[in-house]
């Protein structure tokens, strides 16, 4: 019955709840898509306006994270002057894949000023689900990013530029 009443509330108001999919072909769980009226959270000094990525767009940007991970995440390692050497196996798509299979996702979009389109990917690893489902309570309904050690080792996220197919590095 609140579920009924909460739906039928959203659709006078005008408001949509966040749609959940499931991409079998890129994890196994759940991501959720949260539209172009979501409040976008976080602070992007090029951000112009929300948008609600598509399931192409979608399916563009975790092609573009598996193809891109390792040469961002070496990026990365070196603008911190790390010794860290990443897994070269890291290279091949199929493998960035397992490693993020067992993560939820989030999706949002926006433009930036350039008139890209840009696709966030929030990562939650679910493969406890019990401790996950503690740690995570409301994924599926808000966008965040939790801090503390459980946090580092369990979560990440990307800004996908779809269309200059790039991972963006900041």
Not at 85 to 93: R, V
Not at 126 to 144: H, P, R, V
Request: aromatic share 18%.
């Amino acid at each position: 019955m609140k579920k009924a009443l909460i739906l039928i509330a959203s659709t006078f108001i005008g408001l949509q709840l966040p749609q959940i999919i499931t991409l079998k072909e890129y994890y196994d769980g759940k991501g959720v898509i949260f539209d172009k009226n979501y409040k976008y959270p976080f602070i992007e000094s090029d951000y112009k306006e929300p948008f609600t990525p598509t399931l192409k767009q979608i399916k563009q940007a975790e092609d573009l994270l598996f193809s891109s991970y390792y040469e961002y995440r070496t990026k990365v390692l070196d603008s911190f002057k790390s010794n860290h050497k990443l897994d070269t196996k890291l290279k091949e798509p199929k493998k960035v894949k397992n490693k993020f299979f067992k993560y939820y996702r989030q999706y949002a979009g926006y433009t930036n000023s350039s008139n890209d389109s840009i696709i966030y990917i929030g990562l939650f690893n679910f493969s406890n689900q019990k401790k996950a489902s503690d740690y995570f309570e409301g994924w599926d309904k808000i966008l965040f990013l939790g801090s503390g050690r459980y946090y580092e080792d369990n979560q990440d996220c990307y800004l996908i530029n779809i269309t200059q197919k790039k991972i963006i590095f900041k």
